[in-house]
C-alpha cells in the first residue's frame, strides 16, 4: 500500500508527500522489537535490573493485569508494560531511544508508561499517602538497615535510598550552612 501511495506522488510530482511517506517508512524500518521472552538472563538483568523471575514476582505483586490497555486504545501485556516503565525509570533513558528497543513509537511508549503508572498509583498510592504505617515501625526499619548492611553498604543506619525513600528530606536553601 506505501509503494503504491510512492508511486502516486512521484506521478504526480508531490514531493512533499513524496518525503512524508519515504520518511514514515525509514522510521518504521529502524523500529525493531525486542523479544523479552528470547533474552537470556544476563540480557534480561542488563537491560531492566531485575532478574526475570524477580520480575513476575513484581507484576503479580503490583496487581498489574495481564493486558494493558491505554486510553489511546495502545495495547501490551502488563509484564511488556512492566519492562517498558522500568526501562524508562533507569537513567539515562529517553522514549527516543525506548523507541528502537521496543518497537512503539514514542508516543505509545508514553501512554504506556503512564497507564502503568497510574495502575500502580491507584492500587497502592494508599501506601504513600500517609507515613504512619506498619511497615515503617521500628523493628521493620531495622529489619531493612540489616538488608542493606549485609550488602556491604558503609552506611551503618541506612534504610532507604533518594530514589525510593517514602522519608521526607531536606534540601539545603541557597546560601544554607550545614
Known amino acids: 500500500m506505501a509503494d503504491n501511495s510512492m508511486i502516486l506522488a512521484a506521478l504526480e510530482n508531490d514531493d512533499e508527500l513524496l518525503f512524508l511517506l519515504n520518511t514514515e517508512e525509514r522510521e518504521k524500518s529502524v523500529l525493531h522489537k525486542v523479544n523479552i521472552d528470547a ?12 532478574q526475570r523471575e524477580d520480575m513476575t514476582r513484581l507484576s503479580c505483586a503490583l496487581r498489574l493485569p495481564t493486558k494493558v490497555v491505554c486510553e489511546n486504545r495502545t495495547v501490551c501485556s502488563g509484564m511488556q508494560g512492566l519492562c517498558i516503565l522500568i526501562r524508562s525509570l533507569a537513567y539515562p533513558s529517553r522514549l527516543e531511544d525506548l523507541s528502537h528497543v521496543f518497537g ?14 497510574n495502575l500502580i498509583d491507584s492500587e497502592h498510592g494508599h501506601l504513600l499517602e500517609n507515613l504512619n504505617q506498619s511497615w515503617l515501625a521500628h523493628n521493620q526499619l531495622d529489619e531493612m538497615v ?9 552506611l551503618s543506619n541506612c534504610w532507604g535510598f533518594i530514589d525510593g525513600t517514602v522519608r521526607p528530606i531536606c534540601r539545603p536553601q541557597e546560601k544554607a550552612s550545614f
Open 104 to 117: 512503539r513509537s514514542k508516543a505509545e511508549l508514553s501512554y504506556i508508561c503512564n497507564t502503568v503508572l
Open 146 to 154: 540489616d538488608s542493606v548492611r549485609r550488602c556491604d553498604a558503609p
Open 39 to 50: 533474552l537470556n538472563d544476563e540480557q534480561f538483568r542488563s537491560m531492566f535490573r531485575f
